[in-house]
Structures are given as structure tokens and as C-alpha cells.
């Protein structure tokens, strides 16, 4: 599967969740204290993120 989540620690210690396509990395969270933090953030974008409204920010 080309898509997937990976959970990484950051140089501060802290857990993050990153959305990748192939090698690349599409976007990531802020860093979290506990592994479970950021998988709650990884469930949380599956949940709502196929209804997540676009907002355009470019049109004046």
C-alpha cells in the first residue's frame, strides 16, 4: 500500500504521527508525550478526515 501512517520520535523525545505517499512524508503532527497520543491522532484523522471541509485561503 503506497499510503500509510508511521509514528517516529522526534530529537525532543516525543512521538509524532506522519502521513506518508511512497518515501514521502504528506504532513505531520505536533509531537505528543505518549505513543497512545499520537495513535489517538492517526484514529482521529481516519475518523473525520473524509468529511473534512476545504477551505481556500488564496481567494481574497
Do not use: L
Request: aromatic share 14%.
Amino acid at each position: 500500500m503506497a499510503h500509510r501512517f508511521e509514528i517516529r520520535k522526534n530529537k525532543a523525545g516525543e512521538f509524532v504521527a506522519y502521513f506518508c505517499y511512497n518515501a514521502e512524508t504528506m504532513f505531520w503532527t505536533e509531537g505528543y508525550s505518549s505513543k497512545a497520543s499520537a495513535q489517538n491522532a492517526i484514529d482521529s484523522i481516519k475518523k473525520n478526515g473524509p468529511e473534512a471541509e476545504v477551505v481556500d485561503k488564496t481567494v481574497e
